[in-house]
C-alpha cells in the first residue's frame, strides 16, 4: 500500500500522538517514515515608530526554531528506530507549514501524508486557520488525518 509516509510535526501533544500513531502505522505497513518540521519564512517589518526586526533578529529566530525542529525530529526518530521503521527527517524553511508539508511530500517521493488534526472549529478554527485543512484541500498526496 503506502512505502513512504510522510509525518509532518509541530511539536504539539497532538502532534505527538499522530506521530507514535503514524509510525505505527508505517511500521505496520513496512513503510518508511520521512518527518518533517517546517520553520515559517519570518518576513522583515516595521513596527510602531519606525522599529524594525532585523536581518540578525531573524536569523536567531530562524535558528532557534532549527534547533527545535531537530528536536522534534530526534524524538520522531527515536519513536522509529525503537519500532523498527526507516526514518529520515528534514527540517525546512517554508513560506507557509502547509506548502512545506505538501513540497517535502512531493520532493521525497511520499505516497501519503500522516498528520494530526487540532480539530478548532468555530471562531478559532476561522481565525488560527488549519494547516491539515489546506494540506487537505492542496494535496495530491492522499492525507491520512488523526484526531
Known sequence: ???NILIPTDGSTVGNKAVKA?????GALGAKVTGFYAIEAIQPQVYGEGYIIDR???ADFEARAM???EGHMLAMKNIAVA???SFVSIVKKAPTPYEGIIDAA???HCDAIFMA???RRGLAGLI???VTHKVLTHSKIPVLVYR
Open 67 to 69: 534547533e527545535i525542529g
Open 22 to 26: 503514524g509510525v505505527e502505522l508505517a
Open 106 to 108: 512531493k520532493k521525497n
Open 128 to 130: 488560527l486557520g488549519s
Open 1 to 3: 500500500m503506502f512505502k
Open 56 to 58: 540578525d533578529m531573524i
Open 117 to 119: 488534526s487540532h480539530g
Open 83 to 85: 519500532r523498527g521503521v
